[in-house]
């Protein structure tokens, strides 16, 4: 199934001063929300705190109503090999098939490694990586995919 390999991915706004990601991290403790894989980006006035967690949607409810400022993306997972070009398959296979990556990071842990990447079409991505024998970590969560 496609829609199981489409991951929903929290945006979470972060001013760009001191004191404001431990309050972020404090309410996500305070919620009970568990990040499997993040990458904060910065800007001059604000961050943005991508997370992908075990449970999106109730992650996203309790978030908003604690007046955190956050938005739902999809995004994919592809599982890496420790091997020189596990990177290149997936890249190349997007390039052939004109899907952009817009960005992306990566999780490493004991069993294995995963590429978040947000790309333009992720319908197609999906389609792309399973049809040229890339795995992909389903929406269920990375604990159960490497």
Do not use: H
């Amino acid at each position: 199934m496609m829609a199981d390999s489409i991951i929903k991915q929290l945006s979470i706004f972060v001013n760009n001063e001191p004191g404001r990601l431990a309050y972020i991290a404090s309410v996500l403790r305070e919620c009970g929300i568990n990040m499997q894989a993040f990458n904060l980006a910065e800007s001059t006035d604000f961050g943005i705190l991508r997370a992908i967690v075990e449970d999106p949607e109730g992650a996203y409810s309790k978030l908003k109503a604690k007046g955190v400022i956050v938005r739902k993306t999809d995004v994919i997972g592809v599982i890496l090999e420790d091997t020189p070009g596990a990177l290149f398959q997936a890249a190349d296979a997007f390039g052939k098939a004109g899907i952009n990556i817009e960005y992306g990071y990566a999780y490493s842990g004991k069993t294995g490694s995963v590429f978040y990447m947000r790309v333009n079409d992720p319908e197609k991505a999906v389609e792309v990586l399973k049809r040229d024998g890339i795995r992909l970590v389903s929406s269920g969560g990375i604990r159960w995919a490497i």
